[in-house]
C-alpha cells in the first residue's frame, strides 16, 4: 500500500472518531429525538461501509500504482418519519368504576372479617391470642392467593392488587390491636411487626405500580406515630420515622409519577408532625425544623414530577400553594410557645425564594408566581411574629388574605380560589366589625379603608378578558359571581361611608345622610358607565335603594337635632340627580346611548316615574324646610300648590314635545290632583294676600301651558 493511501485511511479514521464524538454528544442532548439519532447513525454507518470499499484495491490495477482510489459521493439521506405515537385509550367511568369494586369489595371483607372474629370471641370460642393469630394468618392467605393468582395468570389485576392491600389492612390493624388493645405483645415488638408491614406496603406499590396502593400505604403508614406516642418513645425517634418514611415513599412517587400520592403523602406527613409537636411542647423547635425538612422533601419531588404541558398544571400549582400555606398555618402553631420562632420563618421564607430562583430558572411561570406569594406571605407573617408597634398586624392580616386571592386569580386555580376567596371575606368582616374611623389618621382607620381597597383591585383583576374560560370560571360567569363582587365592592363602600357619618356627622341612630348622598352619586355614576365595567348587577341594586331612599328620605319630614341643613343638602342632591337623568333620557346623552336598546321602549315610563318622582323630591323639600321652621307654614302649602301645576305643566309640554303618552296622561292626573287641592283645601287655609298671589301665579301658568299645547 502508498504512503499516499495509508494517510488517506489515517485521515478518514479520524473523521470517522469526530463523527462518533458528536454522535454522543447529540445522544446526551437528544434522549427524546431518537428517530432523527437513528437516521443519523445510519448515514454514518452507510458512508464508513462506502469509504471501506472504495479503499479496497482494485483486483484489475496494480497494487503499486499511485493512482487515486475512486471514492463515490455519499447518498442524500433519507428523512425518515417518526413513527406516530400510540395514544393510550381513557378508560370509561364504567370501567373505572369496575377497576375500583375489587379494592372496596376487599375493604368490606376485611372489615366483616375482623368484625366477625370479634364476634366470636366476645361469645367466649376464641381467646384473644387465638383470634390475633387467626388475623395475621388471614393476612398471609391475602398474599399467598394473590402470589397464586399473578403467577397463574389468572383473574384481574385489580383483583391481585386488592389482596396485596387486603393483606396489609390487615397485618397493621391487628398489630395495633394486638398491642394496644389486647396487649398480647410488647410494644416493641408490636413496632418491628409495624415495620415489617410497612417495607412490605412500600414494596408492593414500588412493584405494583398502583397508586392507590401507594395512598394508602402512605396514611397507614403515618398513622403509627400515634401509635409510637403511645408507646412513649422519643419525639425525636418519631420525627426522624416521619421523614425517613416520607423519604422512602418518594422512591415509589418518583419511579411510577404518582402525583396523587405526593400530595396525599406530604399532607398527613406535615400532620403527623403537627400532631407529635402539639403533644410535646418541649421540641417544639426540633419539631418546627422536621417540618421544614419534610417540605424540602416535597418540594424537590413536586419539581421533579411538575409538568407544564399537561392541561391539569393549574391544579398542581394550587395544590402546591395549598400544602404551602397549611403547613405555614401549622408552623404557626408549633412555634408559638418558642422564643425568636421567627428564625424558623425566615428558614422557610428562603426555602419558598429557593423554590422561586428554580421555577424561575425552568421558566415556569405559574410555579415561580406561587412560589414568590407563599415567601411573601410567609415573610409578613414573620414580621406578625416580631414585636412590631401595636396594631400593625390588623393590617398585615388582611393584607395576607389579599395576597392568597390575587394568587388565585392570577393562576386561575379554581381550589385557591374558593379557600382564598372564603378567608379575605372572613377577614375583612371581622376588620370591619372590629375597627372605627376613630381617629382619623390612625392605623384603625387604615385597616378599615384598605379592604374595600383591596376588594376594588381583585374586581380590577377578575374581570379582565380572557380568551378561553375554565370550566370553574364559566361555573362563576353563570353565577353572576363577578357581578356580585362588583355589588360587594359597593356595598363595603357605602358600609364605610355610613360609619364615617355616624363618627364624625351624625349618631348611629339617626339618618346617615352622608352615606345616603353616596349612594345617589354612586347610582348616578352606574348609569354613566357601560355595563361590561361594572357588571349586570350592580345599576339594578344600585336603582332599587336609590328609589327606596328617595321615598323614605324625600316624603317624610323629620327633625335631625342641629343639623338641619344636612338634611337639606341629601335632598337637593337626590332631587338633582332625578333632574340630571331625565335630561339626560331626553337629550339622548351618554344614559340614552348606553341603554339605548332598552330606552327606545322604556323612555315613556322611566320619564313618567322620573317627574313624579322629582315632584315628590320638591314637596318633601318644602315641608322639611316648613318643618324647620325655615318657610311659613302657609308658603309651604302656595308654594307645594305651585308645584303640582307646575309639574303637570311641564309633563304635558315634554310629552307634546316628544310624543309620550304615558307622560300626557301623568300630567292630566297630576292637574286634576292640583285642581282639586286648590279647590278643596288651599282657599279655606290661605289668607287673601297669598291666595291672591297663588292664583295669579297659577293662572299666569296655566295660560302658558294652554298657549303652547295649542301651538302645537
Not at 233 to 249: D, G
Not at 384 to 389: E, N, R, T, Y
Not at 450 to 466: E, F, Q
Request: glycine letters at 4%.
Amino acid at each position: 500500500m502508498s504512503l499516499e493511501m495509508e494517510r488517506r485511511i489515517a485521515k478518514l479514521e479520524n473523521e470517522m472518531m469526530d463523527l462518533r464524538e458528536e454522535l454522543n454528544e447529540l445522544k446526551a442532548k437528544q434522549v427524546a429525538n431518537t428517530n432523527s439519532l437513528s437516521a443519523r447513525k445510519s448515514m454514518i454507518e452507510q458512508s464508513s461501509s462506502i469509504t471501506a470499499q472504495s479503499l479496497k484495491p482494485n483486483s484489475k490495477s496494480d497494487p503499486t500504482s499511485n493512482s487515486k482510489p475512486n471514492l463515490k459521493p455519499d447518498p442524500e439521506p433519507k428523512t425518515m418519519l417518526a413513527p406516530e405515537k400510540k395514544v393510550q385509550p381513557q378508560r370509561s367511568l364504567e370501567e373505572r368504576i369496575m377497576w375500583a369494586l375489587p379494592k372496596l369489595f376487599m375493604v368490606v371483607l376485611v372489615m366483616g372479617v375482623l368484625w366477625g372474629l370479634k364476634l366470636v370471641s366476645d361469645y367466649g370460642y376464641l381467646s384473644n391470642g387465638v383470634k390475633i393469630i387467626l388475623a395475621y394468618g388471614l393476612s398471609l392467605v391475602f398474599v399467598a392467593m394473590a402470589y397464586v393468582l399473578e403467577r397463574r395468570k389468572v383473574g384481574s389485576p385489580a383483583i391481585t392488587i386488592s389482596l396485596y392491600g387486603g393483606a396489609f389492612i390487615v397485618g397493621i390493624l391487628t398489630t395495633a390491636a394486638s398491642a394496644i388493645l389486647y396487649e398480647i405483645i410488647g410494644l416493641t415488638m408490636a413496632l418491628v411487626i409495624a415495620v415489617i408491614y410497612i417495607g412490605y406496603g412500600i414494596a408492593i406499590s414500588y412493584l405494583k405500580k398502583n397508586e392507590v396502593l401507594t395512598v394508602f400505604v402512605a396514611f397507614t403508614s403515618l398513622l403509627l406515630p400515634y401509635l409510637l406516642e403511645y408507646m412513649n418513645f422519643s419525639a425525636v425517634i418519631i420525627l426522624i420515622y416521619v421523614i425517613v418514611l416520607f423519604a422512602m415513599l418518594q422512591l415509589v412517587i418518583h419511579q411510577h409519577k404518582q402525583k396523587l400520592a405526593l400530595y396525599i403523602a406530604t399532607f398527613f406527613s406535615v400532620l403527623a408532625v403537627s400532631i407529635v409537636a402539639f403533644m410535646n411542647i418541649d421540641n417544639r423547635a426540633i419539631m418546627a425544623i422536621g417540618l421544614i425538612a419534610v417540605l424540602v422533601i416535597y418540594y424537590m419531588s413536586w419539581c421533579r414530577l411538575f409538568n407544564t404541558e399537561t392541561k391539569w398544571k393549574h391544579i398542581h400549582v394550587g395544590l402546591q400553594f395549598s400544602l404551602g400555606a397549611f403547613s405555614l398555618l401549622l408552623m404557626n402553631l408549633i412555634i408559638w410557645p418558642i422564643e425568636y420562632g421567627e428564625a424558623l420563618l425566615l428558614v422557610l421564607v428562603i426555602l419558598f425564594a429557593a423554590l422561586a430562583g428554580y421555577g424561575y430558572k425552568q421558566k415556569w411561570q405559574e410555579a415561580f408566581d406561587s412560589a414568590v406569594t407563599l415567601a411573601f406571605i410567609t415573610l409578613c407573617n414573620t414580621l406578625l411574629v416580631m414585636s412590631l408597634p401595636e396594631k400593625v398586624d390588623h393590617l398585615l392580616f388582611p393584607f395576607i388574605a389579599f395576597a392568597g386571592v390575587m394568587m388565585s386569580l392570577r393562576l386561575r386555580a379554581s381550589l385557591m380560589k374558593v379557600v382564598g376567596s372564603l378567608l379575605f371575606a372572613i377577614t375583612l368582616t371581622i376588620s370591619f366589625m372590629i375597627h372605627e374611623p376613630t381617629p382619623f389618621f390612625s392605623i384603625d382607620h387604615a385597616s378599615l379603608l384598605m379592604p374595600g381597597i383591596y376588594l376594588l383591585i381583585i374586581y380590577v383583576y377578575a374581570r379582565r378578558p380572557k380568551e378561553t374560560l375554565t370550566t370553574f370560571e364559566k361555573f362563576t360567569k353563570d353565577l353572576y359571581v363577578i357581578d356580585i363582587l362588583a355589588v360587594i365592592v359597593a356595598g363595603y363602600f357605602l358600609a364605610y361611608i355610613g360609619k364615617l357619618d355616624a363618627a364624625y356627622f351624625v349618631s348611629a341612630s339617626n339618618i346617615p345622610h352622608m352615606m345616603c348622598m353616596a349612594l345617589a352619586l354612586l347610582f348616578a355614576g352606574s348609569l354613566l358607565v357601560p355595563t361590561k365595567y361594572i357588571g349586570r348587577a350592580l345599576t339594578p341594586v344600585l336603582t332599587a335603594f336609590f328609589l327606596l331612599f328617595t321615598l323614605s328620605i324625600e316624603v317624610i319630614p323629620y327633625n335631625m337635632q342641629g343639623v338641619e341643613w344636612l338634611n337639606i343638602v341629601t335632598r337637593i342632591v337626590y332631587l338633582a340627580v332625578i333632574v340630571a337623568i331625565i335630561a339626560d333620557l331626553l337629550m339622548k346623552g351618554r344614559i340614552y346611548q348606553i341603554y339605548k336598546e332598552r330606552m327606545e321602549k322604556l323612555l315613556d315610563p322611566i320619564v313618567s316615574a322620573g317627574v313624579v318622582l322629582t315632584m315628590i323630591a320638591v314637596w318633601g323639600l318644602i315641608f322639611q324646610l316648613s318643618y324647620n321652621s325655615i318657610l311659613d307654614w302657609k308658603l309651604s302649602i302656595a308654594f307645594s300648590s305651585i308645584t303640582l301645576f307646575l309639574t303637570a305643566s311641564i309633563a304635558l309640554w315634554l310629552s307634546s314635545v316628544r310624543n309620550l303618552r304615558t307622560l300626557r296622561l301623568t300630567g292630566f292626573i297630576i292637574l286634576v290632583f292640583a285642581f282639586i287641592k286648590l279647590i278643596f283645601f288651599d282657599l279655606s287655609a290661605l289668607d287673601l294676600l297669598i291666595r291672591a298671589a297663588l292664583f295669579i301665579t297659577i293662572g299666569g301658568i296655566g295660560m302658558l301651558l294652554s298657549g303652547r299645547l295649542l301651538k302645537k
